[in-house]
């Protein structure tokens, strides 16, 4: 299974952008679907998750009521909407798809099993 993640761009402050990830291949059933950044020169940081089963989100600390995360069941699609983009939210943004639950599910990046190839995203001042 392999994680496509697109939508990634260079947006100005105070711009807005909308990731999107689907897996190709073959459908796997899905516990939750998270998103990850790297940005130049630091670790990979926790952004926003979604519990499939009822669209339940989680939010990093950093994202919080900028960011929102959505699924679409029907196109196994999961979405992450990120507004009044600042700077520091310039990264590599990953998806990540976990199958089964997991007691450090959504934070920790080491229990998905899938991973997208990542999208830039690039935020000027």
């Known amino acids: 299974v392999q994680l496509q993640a697109y939508g990634g761009g260079l947006v100005q402050t105070g711009g807005s952008l909308r990731l999107s990830c689907a897996p190709s291949?073959?459908?796997?059933?899905?516990?939750?679907m998270g998103w990850f950044r790297q940005p130049p020169r630091k670790e990979r940081e926790f952004v926003a998750a979604?519990?499939?089963?009822?669209?339940?989100?989680y939010y990093g600390d950093s994202v919080g009521g900028r960011f929102t995360i959505s699924r679409d069941n029907a196109k196994n699609t999961v979405y992450l909407q990120m507004s009044s983009l600042k700077p520091e939210d310039t990264a590599v943004y990953f998806c990540?798809?976990?199958?089964?639950?997991?007691?450090?599910?959504?934070?920790?990046?080491?229990?998905?099993?899938?991973w997208g190839q990542g999208t830039q995203v690039t935020v000027s001042s």
């Open positions: 990540a798809a976990k199958t089964l639950y997991g007691s450090m599910w959504p934070r920790d990046g080491n229990v998905y099993d899938f």
């Open positions: 291949g073959r459908t796997v059933s899905t516990y939750g």
């Open positions: 979604i519990r499939w089963s009822d669209g339940r989100p």
